[in-house]
């Protein structure tokens, strides 16, 4: 296993339910920590809580997210993690979506990640070493009913980071792609109209655990991908 101590580590929506516990199993490995979400206060508390440093983004701006990344550069020659925990998760039937449901899915689940690619990986590929590690989800392959436009963002991140990885076989940098099921977070409090079970998801921590072990894996190969899924998580 790699070692986390003193690699300087990226979580891109640590506001957020697995964001939160992973940047907890960071610090308890001794990472160098910076954060972003949108949520100043909670994020701030989370710095605090962390040792991390804090940075306010919502990364559907391009300009937002080249000025953070700006800031760390400055800091520090490359980012050696990028955790993207970002998203948002609108579940609904096809007829119900609007136009703005479509544009605000994209934009945080598709266009985002775009964005950090863009500003992040160039200090990567001139270091020829990085792990991006993203959350496609089980929908990013999988479709659901109800997941029209979350499925469209996350196929769509998904066919997006394959196609950068093809592009980096020469350098060593690694994309990691963890397909998740149901895991018991805020992203399901609003705005998804299913019936699922959340006690029997998985919990956020055990989410973070399995970002936490993808981080850790030797460098002399990729771990393309990783799936975490619920026994059931059916309502009875
Ligand atoms: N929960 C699940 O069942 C599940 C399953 C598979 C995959 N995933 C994926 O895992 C990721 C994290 O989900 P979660 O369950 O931890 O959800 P969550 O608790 O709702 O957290 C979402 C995080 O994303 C941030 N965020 C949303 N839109 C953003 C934007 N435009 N710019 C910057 N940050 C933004 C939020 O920031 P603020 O709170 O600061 O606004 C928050 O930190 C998402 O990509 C989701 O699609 C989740």
């Given at each position: 296993?790699?070692?986390?101590?003193?690699?300087?580590?990226?979580?891109?929506g640590?506001?957020?339910?697995?964001?939160?516990?992973?940047?907890?199993?960071?610090?308890?490995?001794?990472?160098?920590?910076?954060?972003?979400?949108?949520?100043?206060?909670?994020?701030?508390?989370?710095?605090?809580?962390?040792?991390?440093?804090?940075?306010?983004?919502?990364i559907?701006?391009?300009?937002?997210?080249?000025?953070?990344?700006?800031?760390?550069?400055?800091?520090?020659?490359?980012?050696?993690?990028?955790?993207?925990?970002?998203?948002?998760?609108?579940?609904?039937?096809?007829?119900?979506l609007?136009?703005?449901?479509?544009?605000?899915?994209?934009?945080?689940?598709?266009?985002?990640?775009?964005?950090?690619?863009?500003?992040?990986?160039?200090?990567?590929?001139?270091?020829?070493?990085?792990?991006?590690?993203?959350?496609?989800g089980?929908?990013?392959?999988t479709?659901?009913?109800?997941?029209?436009?979350?499925?469209?963002?996350?196929?769509?991140?998904?066919?997006?980071?394959?196609?950068?990885?093809?592009?980096?076989?020469?350098?060593?940098?690694?994309?990691t792609?963890?397909?998740?099921?149901?895991?018991?977070?805020?992203?399901?409090?609003?705005?998804?109209?299913?019936?699922?079970?959340?006690?029997?998801?998985?919990?956020?921590?055990?989410?973070?655990?399995?970002?936490?072990?993808?981080?850790?894996?030797?460098?002399?190969?990729?771990?393309?991908?990783?799936?975490?899924?619920?026994?059931?998580?059916?309502?009875?």
């Open positions: 296993m790699e070692s986390l101590q003193n690699k300087n580590v990226l979580i891109v640590a506001t957020g339910g697995i964001g939160e516990e992973v940047a907890k199993m960071m610090k308890n490995s001794k990472a160098n920590l910076f954060l972003t979400g949108r949520d100043t206060a909670k994020l701030n508390a989370l710095a605090e809580k962390t040792g991390g440093k804090a940075y306010t983004l919502d559907t701006d391009e300009q937002a997210v080249n000025a953070v990344a700006e800031k760390i550069h400055a800091d520090i020659e490359q980012v050696d993690i990028l955790i993207n925990v970002a998203g948002l998760g609108v579940v609904k039937p096809f007829d119900d609007t136009y703005e449901d479509f544009d605000r899915t994209i934009a945080a689940n598709l266009r985002g990640p775009f964005n950090l690619l863009k500003a992040f990986l160039p200090a990567m590929k001139k270091a020829k070493k990085g792990l991006i590690v993203n959350l496609p089980v929908l990013g392959k479709p659901m009913a109800g997941a029209s436009v979350y499925a469209a963002s996350k196929y769509g991140l998904n066919g997006m980071l394959k196609s950068v990885r093809e592009e980096l076989r020469r350098t060593e940098v690694r994309i792609n963890l397909y998740l099921g149901g895991v018991d977070t805020p992203f399901w409090d609003e705005e998804i109209d299913i019936r699922f079970d959340r006690k029997k998801f998985i919990t956020a921590k055990e989410a973070a655990t399995a970002v936490w072990f993808l981080c850790q894996q030797p460098r002399s190969g990729v771990v393309s991908e990783m799936a975490l899924q619920p026994f059931n998580h059916q309502a009875i």
